[in-house]
């Protein structure tokens, strides 16, 4: 059983930064892939980062390539991701999710467990 709780959303201007935290309790993911989901109003979650169980390979979507790296610290059961010169078009709910095995996967339907999501504002 793993649960787990992003941390880290909040109000940014675009051009600014934030780094989202998603700690997992319960059973440790230090084996298992995990990634982060988005979600905006009257939208489908979309794939946005994932990483694999040792952190040594990782996936993101093209919207978000160069600007937010995804990283783990399997020691402290948490995964991060950094978001850099953010647009308001990454306004959205974001979530992280476990994966159910080891490997990268940009397919939601592959994760087993998620969080309860954090929310990120853009102005400008």
């Known amino acids: 059983q793993v649960q787990l709780v992003e941390s880290g959303g909040g109000l940014v201007q675009a051009g600014g930064s934030l780094r989202l935290s998603c700690a997992a309790s319960?059973?440790?993911?230090?084996?298992?892939?995990m990634g982060w989901f988005r979600q905006a109003p009257g939208k489908e979650r979309e794939f946005v980062a994932t990483?694999?169980?040792?952190?040594?390979?990782?996936q993101y979507a093209d919207s978000v390539k160069g600007r937010f790296t995804i990283s783990r610290d399997n020691g402290k059961n948490t995964v991060y991701l950094q978001m850099n010169s953010l647009k308001s078009d990454d306004t959205a709910v974001y979530y992280c999710?476990?994966?159910?095995?080891?490997?990268?996967?940009?397919?939601?339907?592959?994760?087993?467990?998620w969080g309860q999501g954090t929310q990120v504002t853009v102005s400008s």
């Open positions: 319960g059973r440790t993911f230090s084996k298992n892939a």
């Open positions: 990483i694999n169980w040792s952190g040594g390979n990782t």
């Open positions: 999710g476990g994966g159910r095995t080891g490997l990268t996967t940009r397919y939601a339907y592959h994760y087993d467990y």
